[in-house]
């Protein structure tokens, strides 16, 4: 039986070769995000691969659209399409893009502009209220996108309408696109921020699988409130070159370096 | 105008139950007969349009035919990449009512002036833009566009628009409606509320030219043009909206296609009414600024009047 943990290591080694076969960019964010992906795909989310688009699955909204090798790593990992089909990202005529492509099984929302997966994900999760539906939504953002103001006008509506169906998790790796979140537009203190705005607020280690697990659960939820997962997570998670290093937002593996990642990908989780 | 969307609306959320409005916080004493009427199918999401279109994304993919109302700009405008991402990307079902077009809050300023959305809307892809030019036409476009199963734009005017039609309009895809026909070889095409404007003008001066309301800024039916421009050798194309990108500049590019593809002989003489790509800063009633900015037939056609 594949573990959570199998399944990170797993998205973290496609994530890797994608980027390094196509001078792909963005590892940084992938690699942050795996373990969150992995615990939401492994074993929270309520799915049917073989139908996607069933109606009473969870939603899962991805808001971090250039760290799409991560989604598309997941679905793959979890019987959406073939591995093979992986290959083809970025290729002229494929629909694996390099910021997420809704015409790619599985995937809810294409995404790429920032501040606007939440905004939809709370407009279903609405749906599912007065619908009275018992499935769930959950949007994945990262901290960078939070400068969006779009973000906020969601955060501001989604307690105010008792969005308890609704699950935010951000990917808290604390490096945007050019700086740290703290030198560019500083979102501590974040946890704060969102209690304040009436969340159900859960700080969590974003690689510890328990935490997230316990985190991420349906059950157990504070009646009426919207729960966000502030997950702390490290940019470039299980590569020791890449961990909290701004270049790998850009940066593709040349090949040493990605036999040097590989190889401590594969063993750092080896059981 | 905007009393007959909602009336129509209402009657369409009567026997559809799919149909859900969404409002900026805009609206009062128009929406609340919806609101009271149906409570679990409407909702005031606040001062915040980027997150209303963006909720109308969602609740569409769960099967809602949303509409999302407020005035002119917010709507459009401040939500333009939600539009385009969210919504048409997505071919989401999900129709925006725009209030208040061109200058239709005239003394409330420029930020109020909804005279740039026409052009921006009709480049995106798959987006419906339409803008009725009387009471009866909201009334078939309220419907057509909650049949119509993807994005759609509509621009109201505001409130006490005379009826131009003797009968109620039927509306399709694209299609223009003739308002004034007779044995003349001009036409004025008009869209929105200067419809009425035109339809006035060519009563009160006598003025020999027919004239097609143009309800949908995007699609045009190219055929139906093509017919129309080889009959008229002198078109004014009149709308409330900037010179550059919006109406005239589409039936001028489609105009032109045709000729290129060898549909049309020749083009007519085509003079563009519009708004000569300025902001205006003074207070006026709607009247006052169109004046301002020269929306009118006066002097036209040459040698006419």
């Given at each position: 039986m594949t573990t959570t943990q199998d399944l990170a290591r797993n998205i973290r080694l496609q994530c890797l070769q994608m980027c390094f076969n196509k001078r792909a960019s963005h590892l940084g964010g992938a690699l942050s995000v795996a373990d969150v992906l992995a615990v939401l795909y492994g074993s929270v989310l309520h799915k049917d691969p073989a139908q996607p688009?069933?109606?009473?699955r969870d939603r899962l909204f991805?808001?971090?659209?250039?760290?799409c090798t991560a989604l598309y790593a997941v679905l793959a990992e979890t019987g959406?399409?073939?591995?093979?089909?992986?290959?083809?990202?970025?290729?002229?005529?494929?629909?694996?893009?390099?910021h997420v492509n809704h015409?790619?099984?599985?995937?809810?929302l294409s995404t790429?502009?920032?501040?606007?997966a939440l905004s939809v994900a709370a407009g279903t999760a609405l749906a599912g209220k007065r619908r009275q539906a018992d499935w769930h939504v959950f949007a994945v953002v990262s901290d960078?996108?939070?400068?969006?103001g779009s973000n906020w006008e969601a955060i501001l509506f989604a307690p105010h309408h008792k969005l308890d169906n609704l699950t935010l998790v951000v990917?808290?790796?604390?490096?945007?696109s050019f700086g740290s979140t703290a030198e560019v537009l500083n979102l501590d203190p974040l946890a704060d921020k969102f209690r304040a705005f009436g969340w159900d607020c859960i700080e969590v280690d974003g690689h510890d699988h328990g935490q997230l697990s316990a985190a991420l659960a349906k059950t157990g939820r504070q009646p009426g409130k919207p729960r966000v997962v502030v997950a702390h997570t490290v940019k470039g998670k299980g590569v020791s070159f890449m961990e909290?290093?701004?270049?790998w937002h850009y940066k593709s593996p040349d090949a040493a370096q990605f036999a040097a990642a590989r190889e401590e990908l594969t063993q750092g989780h080896a059981a | 105008m905007r009393t007959t969307f909602i009336d129509s609306l209402l009657a369409l959320a009567e026997r559809d139950e799919r149909i859900f409005l969404l409002c900026g916080d805009l609206g009062y004493s128009v929406l609340e007969p919806f609101a009271r009427r149906f409570p679990e199918r409407?909702?005031?999401?606040?001062?915040?349009e980027q997150n209303m279109v963006g909720l109308a994304t969602g609740l569409s993919m769960e099967g809602y035919t949303v509409f999302c109302y407020s005035i002119?700009?917010?709507?459009?405008l401040r939500a333009m990449e939600q539009i385009r991402y969210d919504v048409c990307y997505h071919e989401a079902n999900v129709k925006i009512i725009a209030v208040g077009?061109?200058?239709?809050?005239?003394?409330?300023?420029t930020s109020h002036h909804t005279t740039e959305e026409l052009g921006m809307l009709r480049t995106i892809p798959g987006l419906v833009v339409t803008a009725p030019g009387d009471p009866s036409e909201v009334a078939a476009m309220t419907g057509f566009i909650a049949s119509h199963p993807g994005p759609c734009y509509m621009r109201l005017n505001k409130a006490g628009e005379p009826r131009l039609h003797a009968a109620p309009p039927e509306v399709s895809l694209g299609r223009a409606l003739a308002l004034k026909q007779g044995a003349h070889r001009a036409a004025v095409f008009a869209t929105g509320d200067m419809v009425g404007y035109a339809s006035r003008y060519i009563e009160q001066h006598g003025l020999a030219a027919d004239l097609y309301s143009f309800?949908?800024?995007?699609?045009?039916?190219t055929a139906q043009l093509a017919e129309l421009a080889a009959r008229y050798s002198q078109i004014a194309t009149l709308e409330e909206?900037?010179?550059?990108?919006g109406f005239g500049s589409a039936i001028l590019e489609r105009l032109h296609d045709l000729l290129s593809e060898g549909r049309l002989a020749a083009l007519p003489a085509v003079k563009r009414i519009a708004i000569p790509n300025a902001f205006i800063s003074s207070a006026g009633t709607q009247d006052y600024l169109r004046e301002q900015m020269s929306l009118t037939l006066r002097d036209w056609p040459a040698g006419q009047s």
């Open positions: 688009k069933a109606p009473q991805y808001s971090k659209g250039h760290a959406y399409y073939p591995h093979a089909a992986l290959e083809t990202f970025t290729d002229n005529g494929s629909y694996f893009t390099s015409k790619v099984p599985g995937v809810e790429g502009s920032l501040g606007h960078g996108e939070l400068d969006e990917d808290y790796n604390k490096i945007q909290n290093q701004l270049a | 409407f909702l005031n999401v606040g001062i915040a002119g700009n917010f709507p459009t077009g061109g200058y239709a809050y005239g003394p409330l300023s309800p949908f800024v995007n699609p045009i039916d909206h900037q010179a550059n990108g």
